[in-house]
């Protein structure tokens, strides 16, 4: 529960109905469980239920009850106020497993009124392994990455968020370039190209960086076939 002040009696009812929520969420981190840390939900009535790996690690050993105020957390303002999916800035998570990304949804009653929101934890990490890795061929010197809203590099092997200009190659051209929001391509003035596309929903950016004698590689193939 949110609170101490909220009473089992008071929301049995409510409790009974959402026990079917099990059924809904285990297809989902079944399907995606290489992906999915946790997916959990919050009403507007105190309840909270929680579908997490490392639940164990949060209970208490007596196994008394555990109070939490979500109603103060980015994630349940951030859905509520906005009325849409929401992605919550990377963040550092507190069980130290590395950087963490929250995406959150509000969910209303048959009448349209706010009634909690639904979230899903992803580790970057394994946002990288699934996602963000790509099979880029024969392009050995390609690096993906993603950058966030605040223009922070997204590291899969990183225990905080770094600066983008901590990205070898990176100089005020390419930044400049990232930071419009837009698909396209520049070069550094260390050799390297810049390709990148934005991330709409979460506002990021994805880039790859190759090395310019990996970009030469079809058109110096071609040379030869042409001569």
Not at 26 to 31: A, F, G, I, K
Not at 73 to 82: E, L, P, S
Not at 133 to 144: M, R, V
């Amino acid at each position: 529960f949110a609170s101490e002040k909220i009473k089992l009696e008071d929301v049995k009812d409510e409790l009974a109905l959402l026990g079917n929520m099990e059924a809904a969420f285990r297809p989902v981190t079944s399907e995606y469980n290489d992906l999915i840390t946790s997916i959990y939900f919050g009403t507007e009535s105190g309840i909270m239920v929680s579908y997490d790996k490392s639940a164990d690690i949060a209970a208490k050993e007596d196994g008394s009850e555990i109070y939490y105020d979500y109603f103060e957390t980015d994630w349940y303002k951030q859905a509520r106020d906005n009325d849409k999916v929401t992605f919550i800035d990377v963040y550092e998570d507190s069980y130290g497993k590395g950087l963490m990304v929250t995406c959150a949804a509000p969910f209303k009653d048959k009448k349209g009124r706010f009634a909690g929101v639904v979230c899903m934890d992803i580790l970057i990490s394994n946002l990288y392994k699934d996602v963000v890795n790509i099979e880029l061929e024969e392009a050995t010197t390609a690096y993906p990455f993603m950058v966030d809203k605040k223009d922070d590099l997204i590291s899969p092997d990183s225990e905080k968020e770094e600066s983008l200009e901590s990205t070898d190659g990176v100089d005020e051209s390419v930044t400049r370039a990232i930071d419009l929001k837009e698909a396209g391509m520049t070069k550094s003035k260390d050799g390297y190209y810049f390709f990148y596309s934005p991330v709409v929903l979460p506002g990021w950016m994805y880039c790859i960086r190759v090395a310019e004698a990996e970009v030469m590689k079809p058109v110096q193939r071609m040379d030869k076939m042409i001569y």
